[in-house]
């Protein structure tokens, strides 16, 4: 099993950006889709963004054009840059696998104020 942890996380204002990165491990990280995810309370986890081994992206409706999210396989790292932020994106956010979950981490808070 893998394990992720989430950072970079805060409070911004509606047009502002913040950056996530998502750390993980193993030889076979770089094989891996990783995906972020978000839950705000009450509603269900919403895969936002995910990331192929070759680089390859897709991202949900609600975030195109305003998210990118990229890796960096000799630091373990998946990233999302969150530009245009909205109050709508306040959630929790965390990173997994896309085609076999692992165990979740604790995710990093982003919160957009109006």
């Known amino acids: 099993q893998v394990q992720f942890v989430e950072s970079g996380g805060g409070l911004v204002q509606a047009g502002g950006s913040l950056r996530l990165s998502c750390v993980g491990s193993g030889s076979i990280f770089p094989f891996m889709t990783i995906g972020w995810y978000r839950q705000a309370p009450g509603k269900e986890r919403e895969l936002v963004a995910h990331?192929?081994?070759?680089?390859?992206?897709n991202y949900a409706d609600s975030v195109k054009g305003r998210f990118i999210i990229s890796r960096e396989n000799a630091k373990f790292t998946v990233y999302l840059q969150m530009n245009s932020l909205k109050p709508e994106d306040t959630a929790m956010y965390y990173c997994?696998?896309?085609?076999?979950?692992?165990?979740w981490g604790q995710g990093t808070q982003v919160t957009v104020s109006s």
């Open positions: 990331i192929n081994s070759v680089g390859s992206t």
């Open positions: 997994n696998r896309v085609l076999n979950w692992e165990a």
